[in-house]
Antibody, heavy 118, light 106 residues
Framework: EVQLVESGGGLVQPGRSLRLSCAAS????????MHWVRQAPGKGLEWVSG????????GYADSVKGRFTISRDNAKNSLYLQMNSLRAEDTALYYC???????????WGQGTMVTVSS | SYELTQPPSVSVSPGQTASITCSGD??????ACWYQQKPGQSPVLVIY???KRPSGIPERFSGSNSGNTATLTISGTQAMDEADYYC?????????FGGGTKLTVL
């Protein structure tokens, strides 16, 4: 079964850091680009970051550039998001998503919730 | 930065056709895709490359993209189609989502 399972979310104070993980199974992980997408409570989807299959191409939304770092470990079939200098506006459900090959996201995880509050 | 605009809400009667639009500058020159998200669930891809349906998506879902507008059409809308729908496209290496449209079946 093709599956993405996120972990690492939680309650964190403003200015602190958090690292999210996404464990992939059921497909050849190192064949595909991967992404993080977030959804604030009651709001729409917002793309956060994406990484190519070999980590050679990486992109970030302007809202997180310089604070968040995406990475992957193909040997462990895992995707990561290091989030530093967290702000209240980073509060959201963070989804890991598999890119279908250059266009859409065909597999999504269940999400991990990040709450930034003092 | 590139923006995609969707109507906040669309209503349709059961059995009728629902159309949800997504507007962006020269969107027709890009591929558009669509996601369905029901309350408490993760998004599901329903249309990719403007008009293609992933395996398992009913034939009543179709898409088109031309000029500045992509359209998701649901023919013979059913109560189970009530959900939020998001369009998505690429702007260089960045991904852009529309603001979402709440489809109400009443």
């Amino acid at each position: 079964e093709v599956q993405l399972v996120e972990s690492g979310g939680g309650l964190v104070q403003p200015g602190r850091s958090l690292r999210l993980s996404c464990a992939a199974s059921g497909f050849t992980f190192d064949d595909y680009a991967m992404h993080w997408v977030r959804q604030a409570p009651g709001k729409g989807l917002e793309w956060v970051s994406g990484i190519s299959w070999n980590s050679g191409s990486i992109g970030y939304a302007d809202s997180v550039k310089g604070r968040f770092t995406i990475s992957r470990d193909n040997a462990k079939n895992s995707l990561y998001l290091q989030m530093n200098s967290l702000r209240a506006e980073d509060t959201a459900l963070y989804y890991c998503a598999k890119e279908r090959r250059g266009d859409a996201f065909d597999i999504w995880g269940q999400g991990t919730m990040v709450t930034v509050s003092s | 930065s590139y923006e995609l605009t969707q109507p906040p809400s669309v209503s349709v009667s059961p059995g009728q056709t629902a159309s949800i639009t997504c507007s962006g500058d020269k969107l027709g020159d890009k591929y558009a895709c669509w996601y369905q998200q029901k309350p408490g669930q993760s998004p599901v891809l329903v249309i990719y490359q403007d008009s293609k349906r992933p395996s398992g998506i009913p034939e009543r879902f179709s898409g088109s993209n031309s000029g500045n507008t992509a359209t998701l059409t649901i023919s013979g809308t059913q109560a189970m189609d009530e959900a939020d729908y998001y369009c998505q496209a690429w702007d260089s290496i960045h991904v852009v989502f529309g603001g979402g449209t709440k489809l109400t079946v009443l």
